[in-house]
């Protein structure tokens, strides 16, 4: 924040390699065309990864869209025999040299570039050079001018198949209504470009200054020019160094910062400030700032909406487990309906690349020959996905965006025979990785806090009951063709309403009420399956129980044991027992979960529970609704490692918090918060009408929302001016 004084992080945009800058040549390849050349490059910021190919017109992907790249046998492999022929050639075989490139705009509907590399140490360097791109967190966090930046870079990667750039499509970039194509035109004349939609612009002529003189030229910052002539007086052309200075000391300056820890700018500082922003180096010299100058500086690192440090891992990341809130998914198998919906291997995939910490695996029989457990939501359509797959998908990207450990949780319907299976697996495949016994110095003992992240590091975690049934009850439900199916044991799902259960809206009524009957059946029965040894042996730290009261969680202090509950359940507890429920997160871990009758996959207000200080807050991954919203941008934070340490109130033994008190917390200084929403840049890639929404999420007392809303420019997603009256949240008294 401009004010603050310099800034100091660790964090650091990476930087492209030399052969990404130069271009990789790759052979670009897809099921329905016959494979060709392809120059792989990026822009000098990595921002977007273009495409290049003789003959054809070039294309791009934006890199913040990228979750992905794989090689070798995670890679995709051509089916057609003759695809395969053309990537033959090479030093090694076909399988070694293959690359995929992940991308989509959420988690489920994922779709892949397939590359062939001559050898596999070109396929290996080049999915580690762009996978260090794809990770950088600025990508969707930095300011104005890198959305600029990306902008350019991806109409560079545009070209027709003649290497030109056609107008229209930077026409299509600035989106100008029918009023403003004169100005557009005047803009591009300016810099001695062609005007026509029908004509051309060699690359070598439009070089990012050019584009950004373009991009100044037509979109006026009226806002901007307003906060400069008052800052000038309405008479010079500049502001001279001490009105920049006064600028960010008393106007752009948090008032409440501690002056020792966010010193005032000096002067050496402002006109280190006016020579980096300043274009015009006679004025620049002069320690003057021209309004073109002031619009780069409030566009600028100087000015990101979220300081660069919350970004990185700050974290105190050696206090026990349950100190820390975990980034959870429920059902993580489902792209869709819960009842209805598709299982995918490839959403773990996508959970865990995210920065998810917490993936729930339900574990049923599998039919098949083989006896091999499968993964699905049991007694409902959705498709079943293997277990063994699901276990390599995990062992492939469990680290690659975060060290920190990665907790299975289990909802085991299996037979002891088909648990001795997972087990297996979960030690063969995960080897190393899985932490199979607690460590020698943190025993599972009374009154023995749980390990930290650190401790964890790089650990696979197993949740999964560890109690026989306690009761005499069968253990499978004969359907009507004679095959067994295990009962399943989440008594919080009620049987669904014909019309929730089928998508075209209980069309397949035969299919609807074999389902119910089904479900019917296996809710009869309320005990437990018994568990495999071998399994149980693998849980340790997190070790599901149910939840008996707080006095009997207190009573025993057992750090390592911990509970799931709906939604409906954890809020109930919420309301009769805040205080008890905040100490017993201090000590414990609760893991929530959606009520069993969102079918929809929709999500419930996570803020609710993260409030009591509940660690593991999971939601529906496939539904990018409010919720989830909150939840990606929550875990946005700490480099996306998927631990964000809770509030002290929320850690200390010695302090109770209850978050229904209508009072300032201790050790919080309360302020009022004012938001004036002024204008937008790039909001969007096509013509649209624009708003903007402002909520507020925390405490109940602070908590804010469908308050504040500004009206909707029509048609202007480029530089929409909303230029509203202050919003002002007030403090809490």
């Not at 030399?18 to 921002?47: I, Q």
């Not at 020579?275 to 021209?290: F, I, L, Q, W």
């Not at 399956?529 to 202090?557: C, M, Q, S, W």
């Amino acid at each position: 924040m401009a004010g603050a004084g310099p800034q100091t992080s660790k964090l650091s945009i990476p930087k492209p390699s030399v052969s990404l800058l130069e271009g990789v040549s790759l052979k670009r390849w897809d099921e329905e065309s016959a494979p060709y050349d392809c120059v792989v490059k990026t822009d000098e910021l990595g921002l977007v990864l273009g495409f290049v190919a003789e003959g054809k017109d070039s294309s791009y992907l934006d890199l913040s869209f990228v979750s992905d790249v794989r090689i070798g046998p995670f890679a995709k492999a051509p089916k057609d025999a003759r695809t395969r022929e053309a990537l033959l050639p090479g030093d090694d075989s076909l399988d070694d040299r293959l690359v995929s490139v992940a991308y989509g705009s959420n988690m489920f509907d994922i779709s892949f570039i397939n590359f062939g590399a001559s050898s596999a140490q070109v396929a290996k360097e080049f999915a580690a050079d762009v996978m260090s791109l794809m990770r950088n967190v600025f990508l969707s966090n930095d300011n104005v001018m890198l959305f600029v930046r990306k902008a350019h870079a991806k109409l560079m990667f545009s070209a027709d198949s003649s290497g030109r750039i056609p107008v229209k499509l930077v026409m299509n970039t600035m989106s100008p209504t029918k009023d403003e194509k004169k100005q557009f035109e005047s803009a591009l004349q300016r810099v001695n470009l062609p005007t026509g939609k029908d004509d051309f612009i060699q690359p070598d002529w439009f070089s990012y200054e050019v584009f950004y003189h373009v991009y100044c030229n037509y979109v006026k910052r009226h806002d901007v020019e307003v906060v400069f002539s008052q800052l000038s007086g309405g008479k010079k052309p500049y502001i001279a160094l001490p009105q920049l200075r006064d600028f960010l000391n008393k106007t752009q300056r948090d008032p409440r910062l501690n002056e020792i820890l966010y010193p005032y700018y000096t002067d050496d500082q402002v006109r280190a400030l006016i020579r980096r922003y300043e274009s015009n180096v006679t004025m620049a010299d002069k320690g003057h700032m021209t309004v073109l100058g002031f619009q780069k500086f409030l566009q600028s690192d100087e000015n990101r909406l979220i300081d660069a440090m919350a970004l990185d891992l700050t974290h105190d990341m050696t206090q026990p487990l349950c100190h820390y809130f975990i980034n959870s998914s429920h059902n993580t198998y489902l792209t869709g309906h819960q009842l209805t919906g598709k299982s995918s291997v490839e959403i773990y995939r996508q959970a865990l690349l995210s920065g998810c910490r917490c993936v729930e695996l339900d574990c049923w029989d599998g039919t098949g020959g083989e006896q091999e457990p499968v993964i699905t939501h049991g007694y409902t359509m959705v498709t079943e996905i293997p277990f063994k797959d699901v276990v390599l998908a995990i062992n492939e990207t469990a680290f690659a965006t975060s060290d920190y450990p990665v907790i299975l949780s289990f909802e085991n319907h299996c037979s002891t025979k088909q648990q001795q299976k997972m087990a297996q697996y979960c030690r063969d495949i995960f080897k190393e990785k899985l932490l199979s016994a607690p460590f020698d110095d943190i025993p599972l003992q009374e009154g023995v806090p749980l390990p930290s992240p650190e401790r964890l590091k790089g650990k696979i975690l197993i949740k999964n009951k560890k109690k026989a049934a306690t009761k005499d009850v069968p253990d499978e439900v004969k359907t009507d063709d004679g095959t067994r199916e295990m009962k399943r044991t989440d008594t919080d799902l009620t049987i669904a309403s014909e019309s929730s259960l089928m998508p075209n809206g209980g069309e397949d009524q035969a299919a609807v009420d074999d389902m119910k009957m089904k479900r019917e059946q296996a809710y009869a029965w309320e005990g437990q399956i018994e568990t495999n040894l071998e399994l149980v042996a693998l849980v340790n730290y997190i070790t599901p129980v149910r939840f008996k009261g707080f006095d009997d969680a207190h009573a025993k202090n057992r750090s390592y044991e911990m509970s799931s509950m709906n939604e409906t359940n954890t809020a109930s507890k919420l309301k009769q027992n805040p205080v008890e429920l905040v100490n017993y997160n201090k000590r414990q871990i609760i893991r929530v979960y959606p009520k069993g009758s969102r079918y929809d996959s929709s999500n419930y207000m996570p803020q609710v529970f993260w409030n009591a200080g509940c660690q593991m807050v999971s939601l529906n991954f496939q539904t990018c609704d409010i919720p989830f919203q909150l939840h990606l941008g929550k875990y946005e934070f700490n480099r996306r490692c998927g631990y964000l340490l809770k509030p002290v109130c929320m850690r200390r033994p010695d302090k109770d918090f209850d978050p229904f008190v209508e009072s300032p917390m201790d050790g919080v200084v309360a302020a009022t918060v004012k938001v004036k929403v002024i204008s937008g840049q790039l909001l969007c890639d096509h013509r649209c009408g624009t708003y903007v929404e402002l909520d507020m999420f925390g405490l109940p007392t602070d908590t804010v929302r469908r308050k504040f809303k500004t009206k909707t420019v029509p048609n202007n997603s480029t530089n929409p001016i909303w230029d509203e009256e202050m919003w002002v949240f007030k403090k809490v008294k």
